[in-house]
């Protein structure tokens, strides 16, 4: 037994019971963050640069992210319509419960998924645009892009003064 309580027997574990446990990490982190998103404080059309997204998008956007990971193991391609719209949240309310909604399908597609169907590859298609990779690879992007927005996000509120909670520690704002 090592100083920090587990042994790497005692770490066994399939890979997607492995990548549920990032997921549900980051969940909980990217809904922190959406809570401090007030879509009716006049924000919504908030953009930092003209090449930037809106805050309305950008936060929709990242409270849809987890069930993308239905695409990717729920099925072995996945072709977005040419003629796709974004959605947008109109109220805070709305966008907790679309991340709510989107967490538990990504959380059912992880636990129904297998090792077996990590094996395989997975296809997204979008007009001339084709990408092909490994189901884990694929997996853990989504994640990442998770991680990514939330970033941006939390730049949009800090520049428009919403104090910003921490995720891997303290923020700046909860003082060290």
Request: a negative charge; charged letters at 25%; hydrophobic letters at 40%.
């Amino acid at each position: 037994m090592s100083a920090i309580g587990f042994t790497l027997e005692s770490m066994e574990s399939t890979l997607c019971q492995t990548i549920c446990m990032d997921f549900e990490e980051e969940a909980k982190l990217t809904r922190k963050l959406l809570e401090r998103v007030v879509l009716e404080d006049g924000l919504a059309d908030y953009q930092p640069h003209p090449k930037s997204m809106k805050l309305n998008y950008l936060a929709t956007h990242l409270a849809d992210l987890p069930s993308w990971l239905q695409f990717a193991l729920e099925s072995e391609v996945f072709e977005l319509p040419a003629d796709f719209k974004p959605e947008y949240c109109a109220t805070s309310k709305e966008l907790l419960e679309k991340f709510e909604k989107s967490v538990e399908a990504g959380r059912a597609a992880i636990a129904n998924a297998t090792d077996e169907d990590m094996q395989k590859t997975w296809t997204f298609q979008y007009k001339d645009f084709r990408m092909t990779k490994p189901r884990p690879q694929v997996v853990r992007s989504f994640i990442n892009h998770q991680v990514h927005h939330r970033a941006q996000l939390g730049v949009y509120l800090r520049l428009n003064n919403v104090a910003i909670p921490g995720m891997y520690g303290p923020s700046a704002d909860e003082g060290f």
